[in-house]
């Protein structure tokens, strides 16, 4: 199986396959091969000669291989990267014939967005078999801080629990929007090695008190105050708070709790997996477990729906205010 890291290693080292074929629903590991195989595999005198852009909506499959089969004019061999290679689903099929008998001299990358060849047919198997298939999966929400510290480590960077929690409640699933805010935040961290939420609310205005995580926290711990205050600030601030990211943020919270009810090895390793948070937020779960049982779990997810639905003008019509009111007393009472 192809990782990212291991297609780049290869390519570094001077293993350059023939055809690599980037598909799948997550473009940003997509465009991270892609851009490095098009900048690094032939030196820039070269690349005017022999290499070349090709899209999707542009091109046909025929095209693209007669390409292929032409040689090098100054380079060992040609690059050719097709772009939106997805645009040529209903004809991809006809690239078997070139997948069995590709051009040597020539790397061919197809970069093939938000979906995947059929698995069964033959062109997947033969480019299985002899080429490089990377498959680009969307990375669950859960994995996203684990995403923040790998991206930082590669740079030998490191970053707080607490703030790769931060950015990843603020920024989403989006990875590419992750990597631009992250490299922002390198070029403002002088000597410092660690990002810190005091960072981040200096430098994308995130804050470090008033957000999704904090205000998790707070429910979890039963502190009424604190939480009226969170969504105080999330109703007169909704464009960056808006209550379908708060009520799907909750929902997973409340899920992970209702899990680590159900688990009976309570070994923290245990635990910590089963519920798919890091070690380090294990003791904050814990405690919120003895003031939510599942009985009022059950009834947490009840009012998370009928927030939902509030929320989208179904059968109310209610301020952003009045219904992050009507969530935390809810909640809480």
Known sequence: MHTVQSILNEIKSGKIHPIYFLMGEESFFIDQISTFIETS?????????????????????????????RYPMIAPRQVIIVKEAQNLS??????????????????????????????????????????VVFESNKIYDSKIPSFISG??????????????????????NDLAKISNELKKLQLVMGDHDTITPELIQKNIGISKDFNNFELQKAIAQLNRKKAYQIVQYFSENTKQHPM????????????????????????????????????????????????????RISGVFQTLRIIDTKSKGVDANLKPKDLYNELIFRILN
């Open 41 to 69: 595999v032939l030196d820039e005198s070269q690349r005017g000669f022999d290499q070349m852009v090709l899209y999707g909506k542009e091109t046909s499959v025929d095209e693209i291989v007669s390409s292929a089969k």
């Open 90 to 131: 209903r004809t991809i099929e006809q690239l078997l014939p070139y997948a069995n008998n590709p051009q040597q001299t020539t790397t061919l990358v197809f970069c093939y967005k938000y979906k995947s060849i059929d698995k069964r047919k033959s062109l997947y198997k033969a480019l299985s078999k002899s080429h």
């Open 151 to 172: 991206e930082l480590q590669k740079q030998n960077l490191k970053i707080t629990p607490k703030a790769s929690y931060l950015l990843a409640d603020f920024l989403g």
């Open 244 to 295: 379908v990211v708060t009520v799907a943020t909750l929902y997973s919270f409340f899920t992970k709790l209702m899990t680590l009810h159900t688990v009976t090895d309570r070994n923290p390793k245990t635990l910590s997996r089963a519920i798919g948070v890091s070690p380090y937020f294990l003791d904050d779960y814990m405690a919120a477990a003895k003031n939510f049982t599942m009985r």
